[in-house]
């Protein structure tokens, strides 16, 4: 049996045509924003890959099936939906099954990209080791799937409520390149520097897509995470942004937050503390990093 993938008219015309293309996750859009500034960045976020010369493939699992692409009709409805399933790596196929409708995270897009022949993918930040993880197991499912997956993630890193260290060494372990765009530190996404260095560093789209390919050649599997900091103009210190995230990490343990909760749950009570600062930087960080990817994207096909 092979997969019934429903691409979008968009998306079957730039496969026909060969076009580059640049897969974006949902749970951004359903769980990380919130309406109508959720639809409005994706609307956004598909321009500005369109206005760089590739072509925006939105993905969600909707009533069962898995879309790679979605038309603007099926953006909205998404957006403005309650009660939408995330989707990592062990959910997907289950919603399939049932018929469900879900967003995919950064690991499920990594999948459904990989399953549909693309190479690229946009996002915000990805998910890593949380906070405290010594004691709740707390692991994004996303750092195996870069070590499993072939697709080249962009981010501003990973989100800064995360511990970096560890999601750094983690990455080191699974064999995944981290490589900052344009810099020598690896960014923490509202602000441009997490105060760490990069394991790598490429200033240049063709080298990203380059290494990519060479990795296929090699026959070593996974994906590779491009660290993209913030524009300056965008970011937010992290002196201003950092004891923000010190309450809210409090709030969740007070309020009992656990597992697929934990991030959603940070993401906008930081939106709320910061009187909508954070979903600013958060927006603005986002289209930078389609803006990349429709880069690296191209090159890829060149
Ligand atoms: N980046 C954002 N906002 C988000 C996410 C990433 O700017 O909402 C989502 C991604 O889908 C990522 C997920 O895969 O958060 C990580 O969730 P968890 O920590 O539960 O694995
Ligand atoms: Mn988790």
Redo the contacts with the bound molecule.
């Keep these: 049996m092979t997969i019934d993938l429903h691409f979008s008219p968009e998306v079957s015309d730039a496969r026909a045509r060969g076009l580059p293309i640049v897969a974006l996750?949902?749970?951004?859009i359903t769980?990380?924003?919130p309406w109508p500034q959720n639809v409005e960045t994706a609307r956004d976020v598909e321009t500005v890959i369109r206005g760089n010369g590739a072509v925006p493939a939105t993905i969600a699992v909707l009533d069962g099936r898995l879309h790679i692409g979605l038309t603007d009709g099926e953006l909205d409805a998404l957006g403005q939906a309650k009660d939408v399933a995330?989707l990592?790596r062990a959910d997907l196929a289950a919603c399939m099954a049932t018929g469900g409708t879900g967003?995919?995270?950064?690991?499920?897009?990594m999948i459904a990209a990989h399953l549909a022949g693309i190479h690229v993918f946009a996002?915000?930040?990805?998910?890593?080791v949380?906070r405290g993880a010594d004691t709740s197991f707390?692991i994004?499912?996303?750092l195996q799937e870069l070590a499993k997956t072939p697709v080249t993630v962009v981010?501003?890193g990973a989100?800064a409520i995360?511990d970096l260290p560890k999601t750094l060494e983690v990455l080191e372990t699974l064999g995944v390149p981290v490589i900052a765009y344009g810099q020598a530190d690896f960014p923490a996404?509202w602000s441009r520097s997490s105060g760490l260095p990069a394991p790598l560093s490429m200033d240049n789209p063709a080298d990203i897509a380059k290494a990519m390919v060479l990795r296929g050649e090699m026959g070593l599997e996974g994906g590779q995470l491009v660290a993209n900091p913030i524009p300056e103009a965008d970011e937010i210190p992290s002196s201003m942004i950092n004891p923000v995230i010190e309450e809210a990490l409090a709030a969740a343990t007070a309020d009992g937050i656990a597992?697929?909760?934990?991030?959603?749950y940070l993401?906008d009570r930081i939106y709320h503390a910061t009187d909508g600062a954070s979903l600013v930087a958060?927006i603005a960080?986002?289209k930078n990093n389609a803006r990349l990817a429709a880069r690296i994207a191209s090159e890829f096909s060149a």
């Excluded at 967003?103 to 897009?109: E, I, K, L, N």
């Excluded at 996002?123 to 890593?128: A, L, N, R, S, V």
């Design positions: 996750e949902s749970t951004i769980h990380g924003m995330k990592s967003a995919t995270t950064v690991a499920a897009t996002t915000g930040g990805i998910g890593g949380h707390d994004s499912a996303d981010g501003a989100k995360l996404f597992a697929k909760s934990v991030t959603p993401l958060n960080l986002v």
